[in-house]
């Protein structure tokens, strides 16, 4: 079992930065692959990052590669997103979740927090 709560979100404008975190509880932490997601108004839910359980490996939707880094710190059992040049269209209520395996798919993590506000004022 492994509780998510993000944290880090606000109010930023265009060209700003914001770090996410998302704080984890459970043993079982560093044996999860990790993720996050996002979701704008009235748009479905959509893959962001996500990060290999060593943090090893890492991959990126094509919209934020070069602004977002994702990192975890298994030691704290915590994982960020490090958002840079950050554009309106980055706006949404953006949630870490928790998968057995790395990837892309939205189906395959078991465990989600509750979520925390982007908005990217032009």
């Known amino acids: 079992q492994v509780q998510l709560v993000e944290s880090g979100g606000g109010l930023v404008q265009a060209g700003g930065s914001l770090r996410l975190s998302c704080a984890a509880s459970g043993r079982t932490f560093r044996d999860h692959a990790m993720g996050w997601f996002r979701q704008a108004p009235g748009k479905e839910r959509e893959f962001v990052a996500r990060i290999s359980w060593s943090g090893g490996g890492t991959y990126y939707r094509d919209s934020v590669k070069g602004r977002f880094t994702i990192s975890r710190d298994n030691a704290e059992n915590t994982v960020y997103l490090q958002m840079n040049s950050l554009k309106p269209e980055d706006t949404g209520v953006y949630f870490c979740?928790?998968?057995?395996?790395?990837?892309?798919?939205?189906?395959?993590?078991?465990?989600w927090g509750q979520g925390t506000q982007v908005t990217v004022s032009s």
């Open positions: 979740a928790a998968s057995p395996i790395p990837t892309t798919d939205m189906l395959a993590y078991r465990y």
